[in-house]
Structure formats: structure tokens, C-alpha cells
């Protein structure tokens, strides 16, 4: 059984340096994907994928890979549908978790304010990134990781 990987959608992720930092402590890998070129540390467990500038490319490597036992950070909704449904565990970088029991209406909530947008209506965008949402994605990684862990150690023990 391969260990976690965390798959980051990089090209506007606030908390890339947070998940470096966490991974190294667990030991785990960490695939780092964006349209384009994009700087990540010289360490063996980082791995940059440059997946292209297609218009989802980024988001259809994450998804055709992350499955159960990985862990996806990223706000992209529909990204994220794609990566619960694939089993993995998928966390917004303000800490937000996305499940099979939020996602939907996450969606339905994110394609209700597109069509608002696109007919005209001023709908505002999302709130600024606060430091406190800094640290709550770090405990929202801490925890999943170490969640993952232990269903890994009971199922070894099964």
C-alpha cells in the first residue's frame, strides 16, 4: 500500500509552503500541479508537474490520480467533486473540507452564483484569505492525515 500523496492544485494555492512543511514532518509525497512552470523546494518528495495550459488540464491530471487514501488541496469545486468521488479527501486551503455530504450542495451553490454572475447580477466574489484560515487548513491537514493513518493501521491489522 503506497503511503498518502498529497496532490496540490498550485496555481493560486495560499498554503503551498504549509503543506511542504507538513509533509515533510509526515514523510509523505507531494505532487505539486499547475498550467504552467511553477517554483516548488529541491526536495525528493516534491514533484512539479507542469500539466499543460489546456483549460483544465491541471484539475484533469489531479483527477484522473487522486483516488482513497490521498488527499487533494484545492478550492476548485468542481475539481473537488471530481476528487470526492474518486474516494480521495479533499480540503479547501482556508481548511474547509469537502465530503460526499457537502459537495453537492457545494456545486449546486457554485453553479447558482455563475449563472447569477453571467446574467448580470453583483454577486461579490469569496473572502480574502485570513491568517486565520492559515491556521485552520493546517489542523484540517493534521487531522486528515493522521485519520488516513489509522484506517491504513486498522486495515493492515484486518
Known sequence: MNPPR??????????KEEIYRVAARFGLP?????????????DPLIER???G?????ADDWIAERAGRGD????????LA???????AEVIAPN????TEQSIGMTLAVR????????????TGGPRSFAPRDRSTFLSALDQTIRRIQRQRAEQKQN
Open 49 to 51: 508537474i507542469a500539466a
Open 81 to 87: 467533486s471530481r476528487c470526492v468521488k474518486a474516494g
Open 30 to 42: 507531494v505532487s505539486v500541479v499547475a498550467g504552467n512552470f511553477i517554483r516548488v523546494p529541491n
Open 53 to 57: 495550459s489546456g483549460m483544465d488540464a
Open 71 to 78: 488527499i487533494v488541496v484545492t478550492s476548485d469545486i468542481p
Open 95 to 98: 481548511g474547509k473540507p469537502f
Open 111 to 122: 453553479n447558482l452564483m455563475t449563472d447569477l454572475r453571467s446574467s448580470g447580477e453583483v
Open 6 to 15: 498529497i496532490y496540490v492544485d498550485a496555481d493560486a494555492c495560499p498554503v
